[in-house]
T-cell receptor, first 112, second 115 residues
Framework: GENVEQHPSTLSVQEGDSAVIKCTYSDSASNYFPWYKQELGKRPQLIIDIRSNVGEKKDQRIAVTLNKTAKHFSLHITETQPEDSAVYFCAAEDFGNEKLTFGTGTRLTIIP | DAGVIQSPRHEVTEMGQEVTLRCKPISGHNSLFWYRQTMMRGLELLIYFNNNVPIDDSGMPEDRFSAKMPNASFSTLKIQPSEPRDSAVYFC?????????????FGDGTRLSIL
């Protein structure tokens, strides 16, 4: 089955700086890669996703890049703000089976 | 636009009791997923349904856990008998499965504590 590894497990960034979270996956059949943000005590919320037919996608301060050859994808947050503090999860899905395999999460702390 | 609705939000019960968690997916979605989240094991998929049919239940821990989806707008996850190690946050999510991958949308979860 699919295995998703996520790094780092914790990340502290000065407000206004950029944050990068990286994930690798094992199954070359995976073709959909969403990112979720989970604030303390809340539900995971989708913040951005990318499909395997594109290499990069951007939504305001958030961007995701995908390297299918190397089987890794990354989340980039620019101009970080205190409200970006949360746990971020990457995930990978094979269209054929609809199952999302999640990474172990990155706890991002923005230092004011 | 109502999202995925779960009930109850919190449940505290004694071990050995039956627990039933409920979920109403987003209208129009045809896939429903049950997850369990703990500090130790992260987010685990327990079971998912497509068009009310269970597709993959390989994540269900043991026979004490069962899930049903009697119609497109309702699903239950039942634990009988419950044990302290079942304490976790249980999330339900739904999506539309069609010609391309679509995102899963999560409910607010049920925080379950088994004493």
């Amino acid at each position: 089955g699919e295995n998703v590894e996520q790094h780092p497990s914790t990340l502290s960034v000065q407000e206004g700086d950029s944050a990068v979270i990286k994930c690798t996956y094992s199954d070359s059949a995976s073709n959909y890669f969403p990112w979720y943000k989970q604030e303390l005590g809340k539900r995971p919320q989708l913040i951005i996703d990318i499909r395997s037919n594109v290499g990069e996608k951007k939504d305001q301060r958030i961007a995701v890049t995908l390297n299918k050859t190397a089987k890794h994808f990354s989340l980039h947050i620019t101009e970080t703000q205190p409200e970006d503090s949360a746990v971020y999860f990457c995930a990978a899905e094979d269209f054929g089976n609809e199952k999302l395999t999640f990474g172990t999460g990155t706890r991002l702390t923005i230092i004011p | 636009d109502a999202g995925v609705i779960q009930s109850p939000r919190h449940e505290v019960t004694e071990m050995g009791q039956e627990v039933t968690l409920r979920c109403k997916p987003i209208s129009g979605h045809n896939s429903l997923f049950w997850y369990r989240q703990t500090m130790m094991r992260g987010l685990e998929l327990l079971i998912y349904f497509n068009n009310n049919v269970p597709i993959d239940d390989s994540g269900m821990p043991e026979d004490r856990f069962s899930a049903k989806m009697p119609n497109a707008s309702f699903s239950t996850l039942k634990i009988q008998p419950s044990e302290p190690r079942d304490s976790a946050v249980y999330f339900c999510a739904s999506s539309f499965f069609g010609t391309s991958n679509q995102p899963q949308h999560f409910g607010d979860g049920t925080r379950l504590s088994i004493l």
